[in-house]
């Protein structure tokens, strides 16, 4: 007896199997990378690029976040 597999009873499925060196391959790419930071030219911190620093609250030269922990 012949038994055929009803193709149609299932949803799209990819034409072959993925290769174990195609799926390593691929994921190759999926990584953690580690933050971009640069220093603080104020106070030397690091700090995310092209953002105000969050120490000192100064971005090119000058002071674009007012710290709030000195006043009273
Ligand atoms: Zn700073």
């Known amino acids: 007896m012949?038994?055929?597999?009803?193709?149609q009873l299932f949803g799209?499925?990819?034409a072959r199997r993925?290769?174990?060196t195609s799926k390593r391959m691929r994921r190759t790419h999926l990584?953690?990378?580690?933050p971009t930071v640069?220093?603080?030219a104020n106070c030397g911190a690091a700090v995310a690029p092209h953002r105000a620093c969050t120490?000192?609250?100064f971005y090119k030269g000058k002071e674009v976040l007012k710290q709030n922990?000195?006043?009273e």
């Open 12 to 14: 799209p499925l990819p």
């Open 69 to 71: 922990k000195d006043e």
């Open 31 to 34: 990584k953690k990378e580690a």
């Open 2 to 7: 012949k038994v055929e597999l009803n193709l």
């Open 18 to 20: 993925v290769s174990k």
């Open 55 to 57: 120490k000192c609250g």
């Open 38 to 40: 640069v220093k603080c």
